[in-house]
């Protein structure tokens, strides 16, 4: 608050004084006061009424000033209401009065919303338990009565259960971390049962499997990681290449302080253009226009769970010719 | 034969669980009444049990912790549940392996087959598939014919292997290929075909003749 704003606000009765002023003066002059005598009242006078003006711009300056380093200080600005002072001077109290309302009524929709919030995350969750006891049935259905249609169904149950467990990871981004379980964890069984769990799609498409020696052990959530490498390898049977035989290799690296897992396919590759805003949520591209089957979640999320997990995820793509999806693992003495 | 008890509250899976179990050579008991679901246990003299965490009356892990008291009984929880602190409270509470529904089948099976091959080391687990007067030896993957043997490549010998234990039916070929993915051994149709003529040129070699019969359009069959 500057002096010029303050005394711009105070015009109107800087312009009363003025004129009371000046009928003061054209009085005093009627009732034959001396000249020298109006000067010592008008300037008395006028003192006054600066000094006045002035304490009071100190003072409201002063409780302004304070409360701004107090929400500067703040994170929740919206909490300012609950913690400023208590004004003594009536005016300000009126305002102070108003704004704890105001505050009240939106702590109370937060506190709503976050109600709101945490039970449909909860129905989600139970959500997921119910439906994944029909899927489980279904998938027992099949493999007990094995033909040609049953096999499609299960194909098609697997793309729902993975449907579900996006629902599921999704519902619980906001938070993950106290959802995992940093263990031992061999790279090999992760592949090996993410092929597995593709085992219908991938022959059904035709796909070559090669898998170089995975044999090394690391430290993350086997669960997570094998959701991640779901997502690559749905991908990569969704986005094979019709022309040539469509192939998928799993080879690791490994060096002092990292394990590097390469997931590569031959399939249609993704636009140079494209290829930063691939984890971007919601974003399909022209793959995803021309497949209609995409949601732009898949990596998405697993961009989100490997910055959670402390990996890192990469994607290297040439179109029509490869797509390399690389996570960087750190071994367990680097974990944050 | 190893038995296995099942406490599942979802009928069809439960049945369906059941028929998988039998289909893979377990003898299998299920529980449908869920009052002294630990008495039962006990009582039914498994060697394993599958155990739902979301029961009717008591869950899972009080389940779990009550036999634990009395039994080293191996345990594996199978569910729905699947947050990590869920998972942590079921290893914690004595259950042996945490399996989240949908179970991948193949992996629900190799899971059940280790857990009993360490608990019991009985060497229940066979060493000799035998079929007419060919034997495979699964030490050494080998095949022998009276005098003479021959070593078989990993699929070969998986391949063989399936032949002899479904002999008494004609085996798609489907039904190979996913018996050797399996296995992790990701081979497609046409391997499978090399294969298949290259365990004949060797069956051929230790004097087998005209083992394996190609049905066209089924599947092949053991004569």
């Known amino acids: 608050m500057s002096l010029v704003k303050y005394i711009k606000d105070k015009i109107l009765y800087i312009l009363v004084y003025e004129i009371y002023c000046l009928f003061m003066v054209l009085y005093l002059d009627a009732i034959n006061v001396g000249t020298s005598e109006i000067i010592l009242i008008t300037a008395i006078t006028t003192f006054i009424a600066v000094f006045i003006m002035f304490l009071n711009y100190n003072k409201k300056n002063r409780i302004i000033k304070e409360l701004k380093q107090t929400i500067d200080k703040l994170d929740e600005k919206y909490l300012i209401g ?7 001077n009536c005016e300000l109290l009126e305002y102070y009065k108003i704004l704890k309302l105001a505050n009240k009524s939106m702590l109370d929709k937060i506190a709503q919303s976050q109600r709101k919030q945490k039970e449909y995350k909860e129905y989600i969750e139970s959500w997921v338990h119910e439906i994944k006891l029909p899927i489980t049935s279904i998938d027992l259905y099949c493999n007990n009565n094995r033909n040609n249609i049953t096999r499609k169904i299960i194909e098609e149950n697997a793309k729902i259960n993975n449907y579900v467990e996006q629902a599921l990871f999704y519902a619980r981004l906001d938070s ?6 940093i263990k031992k964890t061999s790279l090999n069984e992760c592949v090996n049962n993410v092929i597995s769990k593709n085992k219908n799609a991938l022959i059904q498409n035709k796909i070559k499997i090669e898998i170089e020696d995975l044999d090394i052990k690391v430290y993350t ?7 991640i490498l779901n997502q690559i390898v749905i991908n990569s049977i969704k986005y094979k290449s019709n022309s040539n035989g469509p192939i998928i290799s799993i080879y690791q690296m490994e060096n002092k302080e990292n394990v590097c897992l390469y997931i590569k396919d031959n399939g249609i590759g993704i636009k140079s253009s494209e290829i930063n805003r691939v984890f971007e949520k919601g974003f399909t591209g022209t793959n995803g226009r021309r497949n209609i089957k995409s949601t732009g979640i898949g990596l998405f999320l697993c961009k989100k769970l490997c910055d959670e997990l402390g990996l890192v995820i990469q994607i290297e793509s040439s179109e029509s010719e490869y797509t390399i999806v690389k996570i960087i693992i750190p071994k367990y003495e680097y974990i944050r | 034969m190893y038995k296995i008890i099942i406490v599942e509250d979802d009928i069809q899976i439960r049945e369906e669980l059941k028929i998988l179990l039998e289909n893979s050579g377990y003898i299998v008991e299920v529980i449908k009444e869920f009052n ?20 009717p009356d008591k869950d899972g892990y009080h389940i779990c912790s009550k036999i634990r ?11 729905s549940r ?3 602190m869920d998972e942590l409270n079921g290893i914690m509470i004595g259950g042996d392996d945490y399996i989240e529904k949908p179970y991948n089948i193949p992996i629900l099976l190799a899971r059940i087959k280790n857990i009993l091959s360490r608990t019991y080391q009985k060497e229940e ?3 000799n598939v035998k079929y007419k007067d060919i034997v495979l030896n699964i030490l050494d993957s080998t095949v022998s014919y ?11 010998f998986k391949i063989l292997y399936y032949l002899i234990k479904n002999s008494n039916r004609i085996v798609p070929r489907i039904d190979i290929v996913e018996y050797m993915w399996d296995n992790q051994l990701y081979i497609d149709d046409n391997t499978l075909s090399v294969n298949i003529t290259r365990i004949r040129e060797k069956l051929s070699q230790i004097h087998v003749k005209d083992l394996i019969e190609t049905k066209r359009g089924q599947g092949y069959k053991l004569v």
């Open chain 2, 36 to 55: 002294d679901v630990e008495e039962k246990i006990l009582n039914s003299n498994s060697n394993l049990v599958l155990l739902d965490i979301n029961l």
């Open chain 1, 221 to 227: 959530d086997e669960k997570w990681l094998e959701f």
């Open chain 2, 146 to 156: 009276k005098e003479s043997k021959m070593e078989l490549s990993r699929t070969e």
């Open chain 2, 82 to 84: 699947n947050n990590s």
């Open chain 1, 82 to 88: 609950e913690i400023m002072k208590k004004p003594s």
């Open chain 1, 176 to 181: 993950v971390s106290n959802d995992y379980m």
């Open chain 2, 125 to 127: 687990d066979e060493i």
């Open chain 2, 69 to 79: 008291a009395v039994s080293k009984i191996p345990i594996i929880f199978v569910t």
